[in-house]
């Protein structure tokens, strides 16, 4: 089942802070991050595995809150280079059954 | 280091036909996964390479079948073709099998159905 992903489109100025959320109503195993841009392939971001862990890559982090399974990216002091629509997947058991993608956020940092 | 590598990058077939597309590891990985992406949407998963074995499957008809060979290289083959295989098909690599590792994705190929 797909996952649920808001905001649909965000616009933010260069230096302001984001927050992308990816929930379920499945019982979510994982949830992976990536952010892609136009007419690139995605590109890793981070993964973070059931227990509720928080990780962080340069001024963009997330968190899994395992009860409410959703998955919030946190981007900080937003730089020109973080616009792209972010995408979250989320897998359900550890054997990669039913991985799925949202159908993304796109972000637009303006200077 | 090479990184994951997808020919060709663009094909346009008719309605019915069969297509074969491919997708080179970046070295050292030795799992493939390939995924549709539809314009404006997220990718979604098709199916999983490891150890030359079909892994793991997403909701696609057997229409979509693949193979991975000895040197973790990989195709993807898709069956009388409709209009709705019409996307972005791309592969990434990483190590080890599952989903729980970094992937690397190519640049993907573009596929137009007539």
């Known amino acids: 089942q797909q996952p649920v992903q808001s905001p649909q489109a965000v616009i933010l100025r260069e230096g302001e802070d984001a927050v992308i959320n990816c929930s379920s109503s499945k019982a979510l195993y994982s949830v992976h991050w990536y952010r892609q841009k136009h007419g690139e392939a995605p590109v890793f971001l981070m993964i973070l595995l059931k227990g509720g862990e928080q990780k962080g890559h340069d001024k963009i982090s997330a968190s899994f809150n395992e009860k409410k399974q959703q998955s919030s990216l946190y981007l900080t002091a937003s730089q020109l280079s973080y616009s792209g629509t972010y995408f979250c997947?989320?897998?359900?058991?550890?054997?990669?059954?039913?991985?799925?993608f949202g159908p993304g956020t796109r972000l637009s940092v303006l200077p | 280091d090479a990184g994951v590598t997808q020919s060709p990058t663009h094909l346009i077939k008719t309605r019915g036909q069969q297509v074969t597309l491919r997708c080179s590891p970046k070295?050292?990985?030795?799992?493939v996964s390939w995924y549709q992406q539809a314009l404006g949407q997220g990718p979604q998963f098709i199916f999983q390479y490891y150890e030359e074995e079909e892994r793991q499957r997403g909701n696609f008809p057997d229409r979509f079948s693949g193979h991975q060979f000895p040197n973790y290289s990989s195709e993807l083959n898709v069956n009388a073709l409709l209009l709705g295989d019409s996307a972005l098909y791309l592969c990434a690599s990483s190590l080890g099998g599952g989903l729980t590792d970094t992937q690397y994705f190519g640049p993907g190929t573009r596929l137009t159905v007539l």
């Open positions: 070295s050292g990985h030795d799992t």
């Open positions: 997947g989320t897998e359900e058991d550890n054997y990669g059954q039913n991985f799925v």
